[in-house]
């Protein structure tokens, strides 16, 4: 699950922990390890209501979205002839351990959960193939595409002019650069990047967010206010350290993860989205893939599959998206 710990868009998470002990523990005791969590049968997680964080951490959504979903053989000819032959789609994407990448992805008793793993599992049904599911890193994964190395690459991929000057996009939701805050903080509302004026912000580099702020600087001081000042960290585990013990006021991150936070760590709170962008699987340029998968989405969004998903996974509706597109517009 900007991460964006990444360059170029809110995608896909810096892993994350579930709760500030679980924070602690992964700073101190593993480094950068995400945290896990026991799945309970049936829950339901709310990705941005309120709720006791001590319950919600180990609230795993359980309901089953995707088996039901049947092939659309006209949607499956789309296919480049030696992928309807095999049935497989090698797809490339980060492995996230534990419960701590969702609601975008994570992995328990070895089994890959969260809203992305189930938007692709529900792709695939409609094609009628199956992922060859090859993990790599957020820096590898377009280049693997690039190279052949994977057909497809899925990682929150936002889209960005750079980006779709290298690969072609088949979008599937939005995300978005949003502020978690320590609940001590005195702000409830962010709008504008001017409304952090004097407060630390963590983030993590290489990222659209680091861009965001960077492009920022001098803008409180031309407010006649205090600038904001920049911590950057490539693991989140520190930056809830950091809110715990008052060194950070801010988390400047990817939306839906940060939404999902605010209901699962204690003493933080979502405090809103400055922007958006759409996010979408990656192929070579000109590969008919990207087709068909921007069409297997309008499939699902049409027939209601695609809602389900994102409610079963809590995600506010203004994250889904009316149509998916090859290519659409990019926010950066």
């Known amino acids: 699950m900007t991460t964006d710990g990444h360059a170029g868009h809110p995608a896909r998470r ?5 709760g500030f002990v679980a924070a602690i523990a992964a700073v101190v005791l593993l480094a950068a390890c995400s945290s896990s969590a026991t799945p309970t049968t049936g829950a339901n997680v709310p990705g941005g209501g309120s709720g006791s964080p001590s319950t919600a951490s180990s ?9 039901a979903i049947q092939a659309d053989p006209k949607l499956k000819a789309e296919l480049p002839a030696a992928v309807q032959s095999s049935g497989s789609i090698t797809l490339g994407t980060t492995l996230t351990p534990g419960v701590s990448g969702l609601p975008h992805g994570g992995q328990v008793d070895g089994k890959d959960i969260g809203l992305d793993v189930d938007l692709r599992n529900a792709i695939a049904k409609v094609l009628g193939v199956t992922w060859d599911v090859q993990n790599g890193t957020f820096a590898t994964i377009i280049p693997g595409v690039q190279n052949g190395k994977y057909a497809v690459g899925q990682d929150n991929f936002g889209v960005t002019k750079a980006r779709e000057e290298v690969v072609d ?5 939005t995300d978005g650069q949003a502020f978690l805050g320590a609940a001590s903080v005195k702000l409830d509302k962010v709008s504008d990047i001017s409304d952090v004026c004097g407060l630390t912000v963590a983030t993590s580099p290489g990222s659209t967010f680091q861009q965001i702020l960077t492009g920022a600087a001098g803008k409180c001081a031309a407010a006649g206010k205090k600038d904001f ?20 006021d801010l988390y400047f991150g990817p939306t839906l993860s940060l939404q999902y936070d605010a209901t699962h760590v204690p003493n933080t709170k979502f405090l809103g989205q400055i922007s958006s962008t ?7 340029k000109g590969s008919p893939i990207a087709k068909a998968i921007s069409d297997a989405v309008n499939e699902l969004i ?3 599959d695609y809602t389900k998903i994102l409610n079963k996974w809590g995600v506010l509706t203004s994250s889904g998206i009316p149509k998916s597109e090859v290519n659409p517009t990019p926010s950066f």
């Not at 810096?14 to 579930?18: E, L, P, V």
């Not at 609230?59 to 088996?67: E, G, H, N, R």
């Open 14 to 18: 810096m892993r994350r922990t579930t």
């Open 278 to 284: 759409v996010v979408g699987f990656v192929t070579t």
């Open 229 to 248: 000042s920049v911590q950057y960290f490539a693991d989140s585990a520190p930056i809830f350290l950091g809110l715990a013990n008052g060194k950070v």
């Open 169 to 173: 996009f088949a979008s599937y939701l």
């Open 302 to 304: 049409a027939n209601g």
């Open 59 to 67: 609230a795993i959504p359980t309901l089953d979205v995707v088996s």
